[in-house]
């Protein structure tokens, strides 16, 4: 179970926000040990690949952020949910397109 907190990443493909099962798998996991604790705030930062071009950074790293809270909710996850984007990742490679799960219990 989440004691006080507990961080996770969340990957995604190239230029998508679509969650792929390996990381279905990961929040599948998440979801079973926040509905153990119950009252917490869940704060997602997406980020995505810096590139040289990359015209929806914000708007991608956010629609990840988003797709990770979709999933929490659509899993019956009853919690303080927040949303934030991360914009570019500090390091050029494809591990850097995630999302951040940040779980806090209140």
């Keep these: 179970p989440i004691k006080k907190s507990e961080s996770i990443k969340i990957y995604f493909g190239m230029n998508s926000s679509q969650i792929d099962g390996a990381s279905k798998n990961v929040l599948t996991g998440l979801v079973e040990r926040i509905a153990s604790i119950g009252n917490v705030v869940v704060t997602v930062t997406g980020y995505v690949q ?34 934030k984007a991360g914009g ?13 799960v940040e779980v806090v219990s209140k």
């Design 88 to 100: 570019s990742a500090p390091k050029n490679a494809p591990s850097s397109r995630y999302a951040l």
């Design 50 to 83: 810096p590139t040289k071009v990359n015209p929806n950074e914000q708007s991608l790293s956010l629609n990840r952020a988003r797709a990770v809270i979709a999933e929490l909710k659509g899993a019956g996850i009853q919690a303080t949910f927040i949303a």
